[in-house]
């Protein structure tokens, strides 16, 4: 099971950047991606989530509307749209995945629910 993030890099206040999370070694259709960040001496956070098929998104209150989750089934890949950047949206994003859809509406938040990471990529929102 391998997820790989790319896209992250350094942007103005107020840019944009796409990140994606390429998959391989797992039946993609079957698990459900999501994005966390962390920011130096802070817990990993929740950003969004897409379900297994791609058809129901979820965001987190800091990036809902700014941001939008997307997925390519023949790709394998999940892409994350960032925009309207802010200073506090700089930290390391992270994929994960999961397989376990059971009540993946109200657990989609929890870290301890996904059982394959990337190594993340870096975000930097200059001001």
């Known amino acids: 099971v391998q997820l790989v993030e790319s896209g992250g890099g350094l942007v103005q206040a107020g840019g944009s950047l796409r990140l994606s999370c390429a998959t391989s070694?797992?039946?993609?259709?079957?698990?459900?991606i999501a994005w966390f960040r962390q920011a130096p001496g802070k817990d990993r956070e929740p950003v969004s989530a897409?379900?297994?098929?791609?058809?129901?998104?979820y965001y987190s209150d800091s990036v809902k509307g700014r941001s939008s989750i997307s997925s390519d089934m023949a790709k394998k890949t999940v892409y994350l749209q960032l925009r309207r950047l802010r200073p506090d949206d700089a930290a390391v994003y992270y994929c994960?995945?999961?397989?376990?859809?059971?009540?993946?509406?109200?657990?989609?938040?929890?870290?301890?629910?996904?059982?394959?990471w990337g190594q993340g990529t870096q975000v930097t929102v200059s001001a």
């Open positions: 994960a995945a999961r397989a376990d859809m059971w009540r993946f509406s109200t657990t989609w938040r929890r870290p301890d629910q996904y059982v394959a």
């Open positions: 070694g797992f039946t993609f259709h079957d698990h459900a």
């Open positions: 897409i379900n297994n098929n791609g058809e129901i998104e």
